[in-house]
């Protein structure tokens, strides 16, 4: 990596730093605003992991100018961070646009992918684009009948990802039911902190994204691993622990609120796992909803494993109790549970 560019990447970084610092001042001065909303523009995914209820083979995309409306919507708002999801997001034939809209409106912008499909100058163009934050989940070292998304499999993509990008790469392994070697996570966490990207470590939830506790093993991998993670927003992970320990959480979920799950259809829903509710298209979705939602205790939050939710309602842990109960919503019987295992995010 030539001189300039080491020089351009690290000054980038400090960039994302002060945005980072702006966005949770921002957060802690007002409730009134998303912090993270993860955004769907294509369902469609070019693997078929057998864990994943958040894919389809044949799904077009959402046509751009769709997502221009819901992105200056999110803006409207006071968005912090959108976060692109799928689906695989680079399947999206205008996926640099929509970055390149998020950066416009001032927002921060993520991408989750399975790295399948990126070359070099693939990332540089997302590097023009404007992409801040990059994660991959990589599953196991070798690819097995339940995910193809293998260290073994995206090792040439993470050098790739090292020699060129521009933003952060995070990359997330995952321990828990269904993970056939446990020692794989650290496997792949060293790998990621060799190359000099930051590492989380994710617990598989179960088919209505509830915990399951993990083995001795499996805890003292979680552990080392957790060891591994650089400070920041992202890695607030003390929930983890009682996750880990198949304990509960006593925690006010703040999803339809300070975080937002936005379905291709363009409809709010509380997560991936609990699609459904409120399902409120997202150009109708007011402020008064979103604060309702805010003081709405969420029945399923006890034993919950979504990370980004639990991320993004930390900073709201002090303050605004929540008096409303989930069932006292008139469409609460709307509320879709899904099958399949989605903590790999």
């Known amino acids: 990596m030539s001189v300039q560019k080491t020089i351009r990447k690290k000054l980038l970084a400090a960039h994302r730093?002060?945005?980072?610092?702006?966005?949770?001042?921002?957060?802690?001065?007002?409730?009134?605003?998303?912090?993270?909303?993860?955004?769907?523009?294509?369902?469609?995914?070019?693997?078929?992991?057998?864990?994943c209820n958040e894919y389809d083979d044949f799904s077009k995309p959402v046509p751009t100018e769709e997502?221009?409306?819901?992105?200056?919507?999110?803006?409207?708002?006071?968005?912090?961070?959108?976060?692109?999801?799928?689906?695989?997001?680079?399947?999206h034939p205008d996926l640099d646009a929509i970055i390149a809209r998020i950066r416009k409106n001032?927002?921060?912008?993520?991408?989750?992918?399975?790295g399948y499909l990126l070359v070099?100058?693939?990332?540089?163009?997302?590097?023009?684009?404007?992409?801040?934050?990059?994660?991959?989940?990589?599953?196991?070292?070798k690819p097995d009948d339940?995910?193809?998304?293998?260290?073994?499999?995206?090792?040439?993509?993470?050098?790739?990802?090292?020699?060129?990008?521009?933003?952060?790469?995070?990359?997330?392994?995952?321990?828990?039911?269904?993970?056939?070697?446990?020692?794989?996570?650290?496997?792949?966490?060293?790998?990621?902190?060799q190359l000099g990207f930051t590492s989380t470590v994710g617990i598989l939830?179960?088919?209505?994204?509830?915990?399951?506790?993990?083995?001795?093993?499996e805890q003292e991998i979680f552990e080392e691993i957790i060891s591994l993670e650089k400070r920041s927003f992202t890695r607030i992970n003390q929930f983890q622990h009682n996750i880990a320990k198949g304990l509960e959480n006593d925690?006010?979920?703040?999803?339809?609120?300070?975080?937002?799950?936005?379905?291709?259809?363009?409809?709010?829903?509380?997560c991936s796992q609990q699609r459904g509710y409120p399902g409120i298209p997202l150009l109708e979705y007011t402020d008064e909803q979103r604060q309702r939602e805010f003081v709405t205790k969420k029945g399923c939050a006890p034993r919950c494993t979504v990370s980004c939710v639990h991320q993004t309602s930390a900073m709201d842990?002090?303050?605004?109790?929540?008096?409303?109960?989930?069932?006292?919503?008139?469409?609460?019987?709307?509320?879709?549970?899904?099958?399949?295992?989605?903590?790999?995010?």
């Open 17 to 51: 730093k002060l945005r980072e610092t702006r966005m949770l001042l921002k957060g802690l001065i007002s409730t009134r605003h998303p912090v993270l909303v993860h955004i769907i523009p294509i369902r469609r995914c070019n693997l078929a992991c057998t864990y």
């Open 67 to 91: 997502m221009f409306a819901r992105i200056d919507r999110l803006g409207a708002m006071g968005t912090s961070i959108i976060t692109i999801s799928g689906g695989e997001p680079l399947l």
């Open 106 to 114: 001032g927002i921060m912008a993520g991408l989750i992918t399975n």
């Open 120 to 141: 070099a100058d693939r990332i540089e163009k997302l590097n023009r684009a404007g992409l801040e934050y990059l994660q991959i989940s990589i599953d196991n070292v």
């Open 146 to 193: 339940v995910s193809k998304k293998s260290l073994k499999v995206l090792d040439q993509k993470l050098e790739l990802l090292a020699q060129h990008a521009e933003f952060q790469v995070n990359i997330n392994s995952v321990l828990g039911s269904g993970v056939a070697d446990p020692e794989d996570a650290l496997t792949v966490a060293h790998r990621a902190v």
């Open 205 to 217: 939830h179960d088919h209505n994204g509830q915990l399951e506790p993990l083995g001795p093993r």
């Open 251 to 270: 925690w006010r979920c703040r999803a339809g609120a300070r975080y937002l799950y936005i379905c291709e259809d363009g409809l709010v829903h509380y």
């Open 317 to 345: 842990f002090w303050r605004g109790p929540q008096t409303i109960d989930h069932g006292s919503s008139p469409s609460a019987q709307g509320l879709v549970q899904l099958s399949g295992s989605t903590s790999r995010d």
